[in-house]
């Protein structure tokens, strides 16, 4: 592959090449490739990198069959296995095949968004769906991609490019654990579009100068699901109660799912000294919730200290990677383990308060 051009964000990098990403390359290795499709849907048309895979060895259809976690429920997307094991999914050539080269990659994620929408908030979902998987595989730090939907979906370059690079930088800003994201472009006129998008952007990112927020203006967010509300608010009137001089960040307002990134989220949650994450089963359902939760978690791996306070409202089929967090269990709404879970919040909030 050829390196065209670099994007630095903080210490971790953004890089534009163009090149085969079915093909191995020492010189530019990646631990993680991401593939898009339609839900269940692996067909190697000519013109997409499950395409390419499939001429190369590795048939995405039978990866799907052995997927080493399934996060299609909440994140439309699915991990798989080793892609060369033997007799698996990388295809053993024959005596009369030519030899193929090894999968260039550890894992593969396959994006299948079950809601299709407009290229914003395609991408976006992307970031969404790496957050769970690399907070718990520290071997995959290099992520690599084409420009999604550029292919066989025919969306302009430009159109795709510009989200992309737009949510990519703030997730990575604001904790992913992603050292370094490989976009690659596959043709001539998709490099030369991709290049004056690129270009852009880097300009944009250099010219930012808004300083870094922070102050921490409130002392809790509450993230919870609005059907949860009746709830959220008796906490939030124990937590009032028991410390008159909390500042507690309640938002009732609307936020747009349909972007890249969510700056009032990504804002919010950088001011505030602890997130309360308030797990049910329509927090689950909802995007902006896990939204939330996720970019607490990142914010807790960049700044090295636990924001996240998770209470687990109502009985719900929790996705592995909240499960395993030590979490205050007060099902079905249990007044007497809340109010517990409340001293437990404000003990950790001293002596600030």
Request: proline share 8%; net charge negative.
């Amino acid at each position: 592959m050829k390196l065209l051009a670099t994007l630095p964000v903080g210490s971790r990098k953004i890089e534009l090449l163009q090149g085969d990403l079915t093909l191995p390359d020492p010189a530019h290795p990646f631990d993680l490739l991401v593939v898009s499709a339609f839900p269940n849907d692996y067909l190697p048309t000519p013109g997409s990198l499950i395409g390419a895979l499939h001429r190369s060895g590795i048939s995405v259809a039978e990866l799907a069959l052995h997927r080493e976690l399934d996060l299609r429920t909440h994140f439309s997307c699915w991990l798989s296995g080793d892609p060369a094991p033997a007799g698996g999914a990388y295809r053993p050539t024959t005596a009369a095949e030519p030899a193929l080269a090894p999968p260039p990659f550890k894992r593969l994620l396959c994006f299948e968004p079950l809601v299709q929408g407009d290229p914003p908030e395609v991408v976006g979902d992307i970031f969404r769906a790496l957050a769970p998987i690399l907070g718990e595989r520290t071997d995959l730090r290099s992520v690599a991609m084409p420009i999604v939907a550029a292919g066989d979906q025919r969306w302009p370059v430009a159109a795709m490019l510009r989200p992309l690079l737009d949510a990519a930088i703030h997730w990575m800003r604001g904790g992913l654990p992603l050292d370094t994201l490989k976009i690659v472009a596959h043709g001539d006129t998709q490099v030369r579009e991709a290049t004056e998008v690129f270009a852009l952007a880097r300009s944009a990112a250099a010219a930012d100068t808004a300083a870094a927020q922070t102050d921490e203006d409130f002392d809790v967010f509450l993230s919870y699901a609005r059907e949860d509300s009746a709830l959220v608010d008796d906490l939030a009137q124990r937590l009032r109660h028991k410390a008159p001089a909390i500042r507690i960040f309640l938002d009732r307002k609307n936020i747009n799912v349909g972007t890249a990134w969510q700056p009032e989220i990504f804002e919010s949650l950088d001011r505030c000294r602890k997130v309360v994450a308030l797990f049910s089963p329509d927090y689950l359902a909802s995007k902006v919730c896990k939204e939330e939760f996720n970019i607490a978690w990142a914010r807790s791996r960049d700044c090295d200290r636990e924001i996240l306070f998770p209470i687990y409202l109502f009985t719900a089929k929790l996705p592995t990677y909240m499960s395993y967090r030590a979490y205050f269990d007060c099902r079905e709404g249990d007044a007497a383990r809340l109010e517990g879970a409340c001293d437990a919040l404000l003990a950790a909030l001293a002596p600030g308060l």
